[in-house]
T-cell receptor, first 109, second 114 residues
């Protein structure tokens, strides 16, 4: 039931783009994306509700393909502040978020 | 103003002891949660409460007992602590709790059981 995230880790240079994928074996009500920096709490990025929408948040956007039960997070022109672990969380209708194992993103200057 | 606060931030204790973690939110939210993040950073829901009523109880050992005295507070009491309980415990809150609502996390409580 836990969503699968890929890749597990990414190293980028500042200014490069990244894509983080999240897939589920179950039909999804919504997908959540959070970022957690080392030693800190997870911070909300965005929610995508079923309907196949795409959302944007500054240079970070995400898509949700309801039929494929997949979501992707796009980070454009990455900044040093984007470093951290990105978690997708899926909701299958029982109102609880099941988080993936996370994708560690490290941005080099 | 801190939105979701937890105390203590660090907790070091011996196996077999009983300890509590407190959580308070000043966002006016109706739903509060406890999550456990283990050493591999896996973030797993434990409980959720909506307006003081238990909504989610995720196969957590009954040594863990949440208590919500009012909708702004959700405390976690742990009896007979075990080595495997060592983790970071996060409290969170959201307005609706329906899975379509962003959650605000507290700073976490790092529990170390010796």
């Amino acid at each position: 039931q836990q969503p699968v995230q890929s890749p597990q880790a990414v190293i980028l240079r500042e200014g490069e783009d990244a894509v983080i994928n999240c897939s589920s074996s179950k039909a999804l009500y919504s997908v959540h994306w959070y970022r957690q920096k080392h030693g800190e709490a997870p911070v909300f990025l965005m929610i995508l509700l079923k309907g196949g929408e795409q959302k944007g948040h500054e240079k970070i956007s995400a898509s949700f393909n309801e039929k494929k039960q997949q979501s992707s997070l796009y980070l454009t022109a990455s900044q040093l502040s984007y470093s951290g672990t990105y978690f997708c969380g899926t909701v299958v209708g029982d109102d609880k978020i099941i988080f993936g194992k996370g994708t560690r993103l490290h941005i080099l200057p | 103003d801190t939105a979701v606060s937890q105390t203590p931030k660090y907790l070091v204790t011996q196996m077999g002891n009983d300890k509590s973690i407190k959580c308070e939110q000043n966002l006016g939210h109706d739903t509060m949660y406890w999550y456990k993040q283990d050493s591999k950073k896996f973030l797993k829901i434990m409980f959720s409460y909506n307006n003081k009523e238990l909504i989610i109880n995720e196969t957590v050992p009954n040594r863990f007992s949440p208590k919500s005295p009012d909708k702004a507070h959700l405390n976690l009491h742990i009896n007979s602590l075990e080595l495997g309980d060592s983790a970071v415990y996060f409290c969170a809150s959201s307005q609706l709790g329906t899975g379509g609502d962003e959650q605000f996390f507290g700073p976490g409580t790092r529990l170390t059981v010796l």
